[in-house]
């Protein structure tokens, strides 16, 4: 496909400087090591294989949280979205799970969505508080803007953190935003901020070699809770 180069500089947005999320591991309730990295740009289109299937299932609003985090990292793969990442966890190389979020400007971060593709081990709550700690610990930002779109989201993230209620509109629509402040997320961390680094070669390597994607049954049994563990 032919890009016009000259008209992209108009209609791609403004890009921050974003320093990298450095990953690391998180040992799950079963035992398993779940890598939390940043993904690149280019691995997008298998990240979007994972999400695809949640984009048929209503339960606790699978269906919209997926349609539209499916619709950001696309939008993140065409350069049209201004200052986006992108941060998934691994077990064994399969994708467990995703996050995202973009800079409004330089001290105030916009977060997007959290998707855990297996359910019961805290996984969206590990990436939730992974997307956090990269906006404050390494994005040194004064503040995240945070909606939810799920009676088990607010829980999480409004309630459990908790965040502090705005008038302010998110870019999500919706209801108005929840704020993470510097303060909410350091009085925050030592209860939901988890991991070690650096995370051991093997498993970095696993997990950067390529983005697997386990088979749509069993992302839907495991999503709809058909399937014990």
């Known amino acids: 496909m032919a890009i016009d180069m000259e008209l992209e500089e108009v209609l791609r947005p403004q890009q921050y ?8 591991v998180i040992t799950l309730a079963n035992g398993n090591k779940m890598v939390v990295r940043q993904a690149q740009r280019e691995e997008v289109p298998a990240i979007l294989q994972g999400v695809l299937p949640c984009l048929f299932i209503p339960r606790d609003y699978y269906d919209i949280v997926s349609a539209r985090l499916y619709g950001e990292l696309l939008a993140w ?3 049209r979205v201004k200052s ?3 941060l998934i966890g691994q ?3 399969y994708l467990v799970g995703a996050v995202n979020g973009r ?6 971060g916009m977060s997007y969505h959290t998707l855990a593709i297996d359910r019961g081990l805290r996984i969206g709550s590990h990436l939730f508080a992974a997307k956090m700690e990269y906006h404050m610990e390494y994005l040194n930002q004064d503040e995240v803007l945070i909606v939810a779109e799920s009676p088990i989201g607010f829980r999480r993230w409004m309630i459990e953190y908790p965040l ?4 302010i509109p998110h870019e999500l629509g919706g209801g108005d935003s929840y704020r993470l402040t510097r303060e909410i997320y350091f009085n925050a961390k030592p209860r939901l901020v988890v ?3 650096p995370v051991p070669p093997d498993l970095l390597a696993k997990a950067e070699e390529e983005v697997l994607i386990v ?3 069993i992302i839907r049994e495991k999503i709809s809770g058909l399937k014990g563990r």
């Open 215 to 217: 088979d749509e049954d």
């Open 17 to 24: 400087p974003m320093m990298p999320y450095p990953p690391k």
């Open 84 to 86: 986006e990442y992108c």
């Open 195 to 197: 991991g070690d680094r």
């Open 103 to 108: 800079l409004e400007n330089e001290k105030v």
């Open 164 to 167: 502090e209620a705005t008038k």
């Open 77 to 79: 793969y065409r350069y």
């Open 91 to 93: 077990i064994d190389g």
